[in-house]
């Protein structure tokens, strides 16, 4: 990743449908990015930088979800969030 310039992986809740001039509902997001905004939380994970905006880390804070890489027996892979709810 860092060979290419693209050195972190950014986590992010953005807003997914707004009613009313309101939000009403949200997607994660994961994303590989060059640089890091000035208010990011940095997690260093089995020699990951992850980057979470301050916004975005209010919403993780006390979720207890998990960023995970999943891959399937058919060959298609990527980050899936495990919540404790999940089971």
Same mark, same amino acid.
């Given at each position: 990743?860092?060979?290419?310039?693209?050195?972190?992986?950014?986590?992010? !809740?953005? !807003?997914?449908?707004?009613?009313?001039?309101?939000? =009403?509902?949200?997607?994660?997001?994961?994303? &590989? =990015?060059?640089?890091?905004?000035?208010?990011?939380? =940095?997690?260093?994970?089995?020699? &990951?930088? !992850?980057? !979470?905006?301050?916004?975005?880390?209010?919403? *993780?804070?006390?979720?207890?979800? =998990?960023?995970?890489?999943?891959?399937?027996?058919?060959?298609?892979?990527? *980050?899936?969030?495990?919540?404790?709810?999940?089971?």
């Amino acid at each position: 990743m860092r060979e290419t310039g693209w050195r972190y992986l950014r986590v992010a !809740i953005e !807003i997914a449908e707004v009613r009313d001039g309101v939000p =009403v509902s949200f997607r994660k997001t994961v994303a &590989v =990015v060059r640089s890091r905004g000035a208010d990011d939380l =940095v997690v260093e994970s089995e020699g &990951v930088t !992850i980057l !979470i905006d301050s916004l975005s880390a209010n919403f *993780f804070a006390g979720a207890g979800e =998990v960023l995970d890489w999943k891959g399937t027996a058919d060959g298609r892979a990527g *980050f899936t969030f495990r919540s404790p709810q999940d089971g």
